[in-house]
C-alpha cells in the first residue's frame, strides 16, 4: 500500500518552459488537492478534485491547469513556469470524514 | 473564509520536558475538524492528531495531546516528555465537510538534548 505517490521529487524548470507533475492514490479516495509550500510557510490550495470528472479552484489557482484523469491519478500542469512558482508542491487525498487527507513526498521545483 | 493563526514562529523544549504550541482559528461553520500535522526535515506531512469540533472532550494521542477552546477559537497541542524525534514544523489546520483544509504559517519545534 503505497499511499499517495508524486512524481517527480525535484525539478529544475528555465521560466517559460512547461512542465506536469503526477499524482497517484492507491486509497480509493474520493477527493484529490494540489497545495504549494513556500519557504516558512504553512500549505496553500491550488486546486482540489471532489471526484472524478471535477475540479475547482482553492486559494492560489493562477498559472495552473488540472486533470483528473480517472480516480487514482490527479495532475498539475504549469504551462509556461515563473520563478514566483519555485516552490515544494504536495498532492494529497481524502476520503469520507473526518476530513482528513494523505499527504505525498512532495516536489520540489525551482523555476529559473 | 476560514484563517488559522500559529502565533509561535519557533519553540524550543528541553528534552523530556513538556512544549505547548498554539494555535488559533476563525470560522463561521459549525461542523469542522481541527487537526496537528508534523513535518520533519524529510518533508512528509504527517498527521499527528484531530479534533472533531462536536466533541467537547479534548483529543489524546499518547504524548500528544491537545486544549480544544471551541469559543475562543482555540486549539493548542501539547507534547509531553519531549524526544528528539519531536522536532520539526508543526502545522494547525482546520477542515471542513469539503475536505478543504486551511493552515496556519506553521511553528517550527527545536528539541535541546
Known amino acids: 500500500n503505497a499511499g499517495v505517490t508524486q512524481t517527480p521529487k525535484f525539478q529544475v524548470l528555465k521560466t517559460g518552459q512547461s512542465m506536469t507533475l503526477q499524482c497517484a492514490q492507491d486509497?480509493?479516495?474520493?477527493?484529490m488537492y494540489w497545495y504549494r509550500q513556500d519557504p516558512g510557510m504553512g500549505l496553500r490550495l491550488i486546486y482540489y478534485?471532489?471526484?472524478?470528472?471535477?475540479?475547482d479552484k482553492g486559494e492560489v489557482p493562477n498559472g495552473y491547469n488540472v486533470s483528473r484523469l480517472n480516480k487514482r491519478e490527479f495532475s498539475l500542469r504549469l504551462e509556461s513556469a515563473a520563478p514566483s512558482q519555485t516552490s515544494v508542491y504536495f498532492c494529497?487525498?481524502?476520503?469520507?470524514?473526518?476530513?482528513?487527507?494523505?499527504f505525498g513526498p512532495g516536489t520540489r521545483l525551482t523555476v529559473t | 473564509a476560514q484563517t488559522v493563526t500559529q502565533s509561535q514562529p519557533e519553540m524550543s523544549v528541553q528534552e523530556a520536558e513538556t512544549v505547548t504550541l498554539s494555535c488559533t482559528y476563525d470560522?463561521?461553520?459549525?461542523?469542522?475538524?481541527l487537526f496537528w500535522y508534523k513535518q520533519p526535515p524529510s518533508r512528509q506531512m504527517i498527521l499527528v492528531i484531530r479534533?472533531?469540533?462536536?466533541?467537547?472532550q479534548n483529543a489524546t494521542e499518547n504524548r500528544f495531546s491537545v486544549n480544544f477552546q471551541k469559543a475562543a477559537k482555540s486549539f493548542s497541542l501539547k507534547i509531553s516528555d519531549s524526544q528528539l524525534g519531536d522536532a520539526a514544523m508543526y502545522f494547525c489546520?482546520?477542515?471542513?465537510?469539503?475536505?478543504?483544509?486551511?493552515f496556519g504559517g506553521g511553528t517550527r519545534l527545536m528539541v535541546k538534548p
Open positions: 486509497m480509493n479516495h474520493n477527493s
Open positions: 479534533q472533531e469540533a462536536y466533541k467537547q
Open positions: 494529497a487525498s481524502g476520503g469520507l470524514g473526518p476530513y482528513e487527507q494523505y
Open positions: 470560522t463561521s461553520e459549525s461542523d469542522y475538524y
Open positions: 489546520a482546520w477542515g471542513n465537510a469539503g475536505n478543504m483544509l486551511t
Open positions: 478534485s471532489a471526484s472524478e470528472g471535477t475540479t
